[in-house]
């Protein structure tokens, strides 16, 4: 069967959206993850001493198999590469979790608490943000899509 001009404008539309929609949600969960590796000294919640734990963070497609890792210097210094993660978040596909996690044995005890000591919360509190963000990046891609 025979598509028209206006099935064919359609059908460009609605793969347009959905191009749209995994950039939103690609663009949201790299925002969320800079907001979660947001240093205190920089105005977040990631705790840093030495950087093993902000450069802990791992990511995968589905289910990941994360083992925690000690810190191998605990006197060094470890810097954070975001390409690694960015790659995962860019290769996902609209139906595909993506799952992040830090293996740094004392990440939980970091983010929530141990033995009297309060935690930063740095995973919750990123997350609690990705409604805002979403519909952040939503506005932007709108106003793009209006030039």
Do not use: C, H
């Not at 000294?41 to 030495?50: C, D, E, I, L, R």
């Amino acid at each position: 069967m025979a598509q028209g001009p206006f099935a064919a404008s359609v059908g460009d539309w609605v793969a347009a959206t959905q191009q749209r929609m995994d950039a939103v949600r690609k663009e949201s969960a790299q925002r969320v993850v800079e907001i979660m590796q947001t240093p205190v000294a920089k105005g977040g919640n990631m705790p840093v001493k030495t950087g093993f734990l902000r450069a802990s963070l791992q990511g995968a497609i589905g289910q990941g198999a994360f083992t925690g890792r000690v810190n191998p210097n605990p006197e060094g210094a470890f810097g954070y590469d975001a390409a690694p993660i960015s790659l995962i978040i860019a290769g996902a596909k609209p139906s595909d979790a993506i799952t992040l996690s830090y293996v740094a044995v004392y990440a939980a005890a970091a983010n929530y608490g141990s033995r009297g000591r309060a935690g930063r919360q740095f995973v919750g509190l990123a997350a609690q943000q990705w409604q805002r963000v979403v519909s952040e990046v939503a506005a932007e891609a709108q106003q793009r899509a209006a030039r």
